[in-house]
C-alpha cells in the first residue's frame, strides 16, 4: 500500500478523535442550544456526522466488494427533519463514528493499490472513486469541525 493511502486511512481514523476531542468537555445544554440562527445545533452536528458515517462506509464497500454499483444519494435535511437528533445520545453517536471508522480502516488497509480506483456510480454525482469517497469521508469531519468551534466561541462569549 502507498504511502499516500497509508495517510488518508489515518486521517480518516483521526477525524473521529478530533469530533470527539471538539464536544466531550461540552455541557448538555451547550449541545442542544442554536447559538447562532439558522444553524444546526453541536448535537445535530454530530448526529449528522454519526447517520452518515454508515452511508460512507456502505458506499465505499460497494465499490470495493461490485462493478460499477450504484451508489444512492441522501438528503441530510431529511435525517434531519425525521431522526429525532436533540433525543439521542452523543456517547452512543461517537462510538458510532468510532466504530464504523475502524471497521472500514481495517477494510482498506487490506486492499491493494488497484482498489482505490475503482468506481461507483453516485445518483447524484456520477462516477466516484473509492479513494474519492474516502477523501469525502475525511472531509466530512473537518468541513464540520470549525462549525462547532465557532459554536463554542458564540457560547462561551454570552
Not at 38 to 61: N, Q, Y
Not at 95 to 116: C, E, F, K, N, Y
Request: hydrophobic share 40%; glycine share 6%; aromatic share 6%.
Amino acid at each position: 500500500m502507498t504511502t499516500e493511502f497509508k495517510n488518508l486511512i489515518s486521517q480518516y481514523i483521526h477525524g473521529g478523535y478530533l469530533l470527539r476531542q471538539a464536544v466531550t468537555q461540552m455541557p448538555l445544554d451547550h449541545l442542544l442550544a442554536r447559538p447562532i440562527a439558522g444553524k444546526w445545533s453541536t448535537l445535530e452536528v454530530v448526529c449528522h456526522i454519526s447517520d452518515f458515517e454508515p452511508v460512507f462506509a456502505d458506499r465505499m464497500k460497494r465499490v470495493i466488494a461490485l462493478e460499477n454499483p450504484q451508489l444512492l444519494g441522501a438528503d441530510e435535511n431529511l435525517f434531519l427533519k425525521s431522526l429525532s437528533y436533540h433525543q439521542r445520545n452523543l456517547g452512543e453517536e461517537l462510538a458510532l463514528i468510532d466504530l464504523v471508522r475502524s471497521q472500514m480502516a481495517r477494510i482498506l488497509a487490506g486492499l491493494p493499490d488497484s482498489a482505490w480506483v475503482r468506481v461507483g456510480i453516485h445518483s447524484e454525482k456520477g462516477p466516484v472513486s473509492l479513494q474519492s469517497l474516502l477523501e469525502k469521508a475525511i472531509g466530512h469531519v473537518d468541513h464540520h469541525l470549525p462549525f462547532i468551534e465557532q459554536k463554542k466561541k458564540h457560547l462561551a462569549s454570552n
